[in-house]
């Protein structure tokens, strides 16, 4: 295969503030080729976040600190970039856009104004054919109302704000889009138009998306891969067909089981027992242990390796491990 | 919005002026002045007229543009007061340039170095300057930098041995215009101490303001956004947080340049400097009712002035405000 576009391995960022050390990225090793979607998955404060504004290099050091491993852009390491390159990588290879589209963009300025921005910031054009490629960046994303380049933020609605966003992103044409749950904040057709377009710039640009949900709804609608993410690690990730039929790794087989769906509406909402660890004091061992209904001794004590099982699917569970685990004992696969 | 606000303060000074105890012929003539004398005078002075009709003249002749005589001088107020407003506003201005500059970079540099130790004593250096009197911080800079270091005069506008014909009365526009370069070298040096003694107050709430409006706006979304775009630091700093962090420090520089009118007066007593306080100081003790009256008016237009001023800078600065168009 390829080299890949965006390689994330063995990746830790801690925080330390005055309480103690929080570990939010504690080695997550993910890959994102060219041209290809990959969505990010589980629960809130997991390290979804930090993980990807990580690869913006915009996680605020210090209280983070990184910790070890490497984030490679096209083979390049950006841990430990200078500022300067970090701007020149910024909106023109990798952009992102956010969740609160209602504040992600700046109220004094006009929209017209923001997009030439990112725009000359990154190429030697004049202000004129800026604001051609602004208005031209804003049809793609389907707006095409007359005078909206002079318009600002707070005369748009929050879907108007996230194509912006989308569009503002999108107009240096980068390598590899992030979105962290672009949709979360919207109303659920608001939501399905945000993805559509999306899916369909990614198509028609090439552009890569690393797209970042706790909705596994819009993993199946979006995403080519998904990773799953547990307290600060990667547990599982596969293709999307994989990972839906056939989950193997306790936590996702949960985050499965609790897809509310419509042919069992009368049952009640599966949701995985206990809470999210507090991630300043960690579970030794498997950190979903206290959680999972398979744990066993060695789940306590030692902690398990992202395993390889075949056809790019792995998954950290002890019980995949033939020799310490207890094959038996491995979690009937839930069908969807 | 302006004209009741202008009318009210006509009646409210008008009135005060003439509860003032003592009477302006008195005092224009002297103590034992004979009683005759004081009555002719008062009668030509319309003084014995009833209070409303005294009011009225007033007004009226203020429509016409016409401030009144000083009775000291027997000179129209309108075309007395100008130097010494003149020299009021340069001091002013002066004044609110060096608050403005220093309090909104001391502002954002703490913002920037948020809890560094020049965080800490830029604003150790503002709390002092809080609360700093003005003219106990004038009486020091005349103390330390006039008397004892001698490196700037401490008082007066100009040296009085320069020869200089003001047009504008202000200084440093004439001396710019003829070109005297001796001139404005001397005005600046003039102009050192009164301008720092005045300007440290408001440069001090300014820089607290400045800091705790740029934090909160450095830490919003859309400053991510920006940094997400590959916008440099400074461009960050001064392009997009400054301008919504201006917000709320537009508020306090509308207060402060109050504040500062009144600062002004005493300021230009500690540094006998020919402006307006000076000119209401003298005019009250000789009981000049035009040339107080006038005065004080002038002074309210111009605060009123101020805070219109204010009001477009918010216009101009928020797109969400838009007047008149509610
Ligand atoms: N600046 C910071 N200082 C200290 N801790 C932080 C900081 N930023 C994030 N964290 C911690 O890192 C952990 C991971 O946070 P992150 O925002 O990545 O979660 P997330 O998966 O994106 O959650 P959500 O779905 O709620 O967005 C959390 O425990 C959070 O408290
Ligand atoms: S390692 Fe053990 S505790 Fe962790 S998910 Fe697997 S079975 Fe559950
Ligand atoms: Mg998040």
């Given at each position: 295969m390829a080299e890949p576009l965006l390689d994330i391995s063995e990746f830790r960022m801690y925080f330390h503030t005055e309480k103690g050390v929080v570990k939010a990225v504690d080695g997550v090793d993910l890959t994102v080729h060219e041209g290809e979607v990959v969505g990010l998955v589980g629960e809130s404060g997991c390290g979804k976040s930090v993980t990807s504004l990580s690869v913006m290099g915009l996680v605020p050091q210090p209280p983070g600190k990184v910790e070890g491993g490497s984030i490679r852009l096209t083979g390049k390491d950006l841990t430990h970039l200078r500022q300067r390159e970090w701007q020149r990588i910024r909106g023109n290879d990798i952009s992102m856009i956010f969740q609160e589209p209602m504040t992600s963009l700046n109220p004094v300025f006009t929209i017209g104004d923001q997009i030439v921005e990112a725009l000359q910031k990154h190429q030697k054009i004049s202000k004129k054919e800026a604001k051609k490629r602004a208005g031209e960046a804003l049809k793609e994303v389907g707006i095409s109302r007359k005078g909206i380049l002079g318009e600002y933020p707070h005369q748009l609605s929050g879907g108007m704000r996230q194509r912006v966003m989308i569009a503002m992103a999108m107009v240096c044409r980068p390598k590899l889009l992030i979105a962290d749950e672009p949709t979360t904040a919207l109303d659920v057709t608001i939501q399905a138009q945000i993805l559509d377009l999306m899916r369909r710039l990614n198509e028609e640009t090439g552009t890569a998306i690393l797209m970042i949900t706790h909705d596994l709804g819009v993993v199946a609608e979006m995403c080519d891969r998904v990773v799953v993410m547990y307290a600060g690690e990667v547990v599982e990730k596969a293709d999307v067909k994989t990972l839906f039929q056939d989950p193997r790794h306790p936590y996702t087989q949960g985050l499965l089981k609790s897809i509310p769906q419509l042919d069992k509406r009368f049952d009640r909402l599966y949701s995985i027992p206990g809470n999210v660890p507090d991630p300043r004091k960690m579970p030794e061992g498997c950190r979903f242990s206290p959680r999972?209904?398979?744990?066993?001794?060695?789940c306590m004590t030692q902690k398990p390796d992202l395993l390889d099982l075949g056809k790019s699917h792995f998954s950290r569970c002890w019980l995949h491990d033939e020799k310490k685990g207890d094959a038996d004992r491995d979690p009937i696969t839930v069908t969807t | 919005m302006l004209i009741p606000v202008l009318i009210g303060m006509s009646v409210i000074t008008f009135f005060i002026v003439h509860a003032i105890p003592g009477s302006p012929a008195k005092a224009l003539l002297?103590?034992?002045?004979?009683p005759e004398a004081l009555h002719q005078l008062e009668e030509k002075m319309g003084l014995n007229d009833p209070l409303y009709i005294q009011y009225f003249n007033y007004i009226k002749n203020l429509l016409q543009g016409d401030l009144g005589t000083s009775i000291q001088t027997g000179q129209p107020v309108s075309e007395e007061i100008i130097p010494y407003l003149a020299a009021t506003f340069e001091l002013a201005l002066f004044a609110m340039v060096i608050a403005v500059f220093f309090g909104v970079n001391l502002g954002i540099f703490s913002a920037w170095r948020q809890n560094s130790s020049v965080d800490y004593l830029s604003m150790v250096i503002a709390l002092i300057g809080v609360s700093m009197p003005v003219f106990w911080l004038g009486l020091m800079e005349q103390w330390i930098f006039a008397q004892e270091l001698a490196w700037f005069p401490s008082s007066g506008r100009l040296d009085s041995r320069l020869f200089f014909e003001p047009v504008t009365h202000f200084y440093f526009l004439d001396a710019l215009i003829q070109g005297d370069f001796v001139v404005l070298q001397d005005a600046l040096k003039h102009m050192v101490l009164p301008a720092v003694a005045l300007g440290t107050i408001p440069m001090a709430i300014i820089a607290r303001m400045t800091r705790s409006s740029m934090l909160e706006v450095l830490r919003s979304d859309y400053i991510r956004t920006a940094r997400a775009k590959g916008v440099g630091e400074l461009l960050i700093i001064y392009k997009h947080a400054l301008k919504n962090a201006l917000i709320p420090i537009v508020t306090v520089f509308g207060l402060q340049m109050g504040l500062l009118l009144g600062g002004a007066i005493l300021t230009e007593t500690i540094f006998s400097w020919p402006g307006v306080g000076r000119y209401l100081y003298d005019a009250i003790h000789a009981r000049d009712y035009a040339v107080v009256q006038s005065g004080i008016l002038v002074v309210a237009t111009i605060f009123v002035l101020i805070n219109l001023i204010v009001d477009l800078l918010y216009a101009w600065i928020d797109p969400r405000i838009q007047y008149g168009k509610e």
């Open positions: 999972c209904e398979f744990a066993k001794d060695i | 002297g103590e034992r002045a004979s």
